[in-house]
Every structure is written in C-alpha cells, then in structure tokens.
C-alpha cells in the first residue's frame, strides 16, 4: 500500500515551497482557498491516506470516494478528513470554490475534550460531510476568511485564535447531529461498547503486508477487556443493536474491499493480514459477505 501522503508532499505537490517551521513538527497549521491549489487549471486529489486532519468547505458537486463508498455532495458541504482513512475528490466544476486547512493533531494537543479521533466527524466509522444551509455557510466562510486573515498577521498569539476558528467550526457541525449521537451515556454497558470500539478501529488500517489483525473473535475481545463473553456481547448488542460479531465482521470486510482496491498485494496477503491463514477461508468469508470473490470485487 502507497505510504500517506506526508504534509511536505502535500505542499511540494500543490505549492513547490515548504514553509519554514515545518520541521518543527509542533502542530502545523495552515489554511488556503481551492481556487489556490489548481493545477494546471484543475483539481487532482489522489486517493491516499495523509498525515494530517484537513476541514473544507466546498461549493458545487462532487464524487467524494471515502475508504470503500463513493458520495455525490452538492450544494454547500463542509467536510472533515480523517488522516487515518483514505479519500480522493472528483470535481464537476471548471473552478472548485472553497477554502480548507490542514493541520497535525499536536496542533490540538490538550485543547479538545478527548481527542480529534474521537469525535463524531473525525470517527474512520462516520460519514464526515454536512450539507449546510445559507445560515451556516454564512457561518463556516467567515470563519475561514478570519483564518485566511490572521495566518498573514503578525500578532503574537495568532494560533490560539486560529485554533478557536477551527474548534468553532467543528461546534457548528457537532451540533448538526442527533443528538442521541452526542450524548454520553455513563452506564457499564456503554463504557465496554465504547472501548469495544476503540480496540476495534486502533488494529486498522493495515499499512504493510507484515501488519496482521490480531483481535477477532468476541472471545479475543472479552479476553482483552477482562469481562465474559457473554456479558460483552450483551453489552454491544443492547447499545448498538449488533451483535459483537456483526460489527468485526462489517470492519474487516470494509477493510478487505479497501485494500482490494488500491494495493497490489495479492489475495493471499491480505487474506493473511485480516487473520485468516488459508486463502480459502479468506475468499469463503469474503464470498458471504459481498457475494463476490475477492478476485472478482478486484476486478470491479
């Protein structure tokens, strides 16, 4: 699988320059508009993971390809990237308009309850576009014409007003979810779901035919948490209305599909990778779940 794009590939593709405290690793940040970043007069946006969050706000339509699944956005989307999930842009306009940032996750260090990762429009699981109305984009464009602003001043604490731009940005969609979606419950049950999950998404995604999917089954998962499997795989299919089993399988194959189609390792590694020793069980697992070889969904 291609490496992520780094955040000095991302500038030596679009601008030809590397800004001076990029080394410095200290929580980069920056922002730009789409009609900035043409090149030769279009948009090219390569399927690939990155090594940084980016937040956009684009006008138009789209074909937003995200992990496995292909999205038509029109109107006015504001869209938040997940450094961990790959995505590509296909553009149906002459002039893409827009404005996005980048920055790494140190940039947020200790300014988020919790962490990026972890919130509902940053989760490898959801879907991570928001279809605004005129009030909003009012909104989310004058914020980042406040980013674009303040990114070429010279006050001193410029950063901690740009990270607030950002952090406003993201209140704006959180509180476009349900919002049974934000509520925390404090219960048993939803704290095993909770971690359930995490150590679900932290073995994904695979990056090299060596990584291998090491927690499988409910019982790998009970063993980890220290709680029966019986009490684990209540506990998931009261909260989510899955069983245990139902949500590893929906990863796994999500993950098959993904590595399907954009490495060139052959079936057998990534068979390998997701766990499964023999071929044949890999190709008879996938077979159930697309009703397709792995072979043929390659082929697609």
């Known amino acids: 699988m291609p490496k992520p794009q780094s955040i000095e590939e991302f500038y030596q593709e679009k601008m030809n320059w590397l800004p001076d405290n990029l080394q410095e690793d200290i929580g980069?940040?920056?922002v730009f508009r789409l009609s900035d970043c043409l090149k030769d007069g279009t948009m090219t946006i390569q399927y690939s993971r990155r090594d940084f969050y980016k937040v956009s706000i684009i006008?138009?339509?789209?074909?937003?390809?995200?992990?496995?699944?292909?999205?038509?956005?029109?109107?006015?989307?504001?869209?938040?990237?997940?450094?961990?999930?790959?995505?590509?842009?296909?553009?149906?306009?002459?002039?893409?308009?827009?404005?996005f940032c980048i920055f790494k996750e140190s940039f947020f260090m200790d300014k988020v309850r919790g962490n990026l990762g972890g919130m509902p429009m940053f989760a490898p699981s959801a879907r991570p576009f928001y279809s605004l109305d005129a009030v909003q984009e009012q909104k989310v464009t004058e914020l980042f014409l406040k980013?674009?602003?303040?990114?070429?001043?010279?006050?001193?604490?410029?950063?901690?007003?740009?990270?607030n731009y950002v952090a406003e940005i993201i209140h704006i969609a959180l509180k476009?979810?349900?919002?049974?979606?934000?509520?925390?419950?404090a219960d048993a049950k939803t704290r095993i779901t909770a971690v359930f999950t995490e150590l679900l998404e932290r073995q994904f995604p695979i990056e090299t035919p060596a990584q291998q999917f090491k927690l499988r089954s409910a019982s790998d998962f009970a063993s980890q948490l220290s709680v029966h499997v019986n009490h684990l795989n209540r506990a998931i299919r009261e909260t989510t209305g899955k069983t245990t089993t139902a949500h590893i399988t929906e990863r796994v194959t999500s993950e098959a599909k993904a590595l399907l189609k954009h490495t060139n390792w052959?079936?057998?590694?990534?068979?390998?990778?997701?766990g499964f020793e023999e071929?044949?069980?890999?190709?008879?697992?996938?077979?159930?779940q697309t009703s397709m070889t792995p072979s043929a969904y390659r082929d697609v």
């Open 147 to 163: 980013m674009l602003e303040e990114i070429n001043s010279d006050y001193l604490y410029k950063y901690d007003l740009l990270r």
């Open 266 to 274: 052959n079936i057998s590694e990534i068979g390998y990778c997701l």
């Open 279 to 288: 071929p044949s069980h890999f190709n008879n697992f996938f077979k159930k």
């Open 59 to 99: 006008r138009g339509r789209y074909l937003y390809h995200y992990a496995d699944k292909t999205i038509e956005t029109t109107g006015t989307t504001l869209m938040f990237f997940n450094p961990q999930v790959p995505y590509a842009w296909e553009s149906h306009e002459e002039v893409p308009d827009g404005y």
């Open 176 to 185: 476009m979810e349900p919002s049974e979606a934000l509520y925390q419950h």
């Open 28 to 30: 980069h940040f920056n």
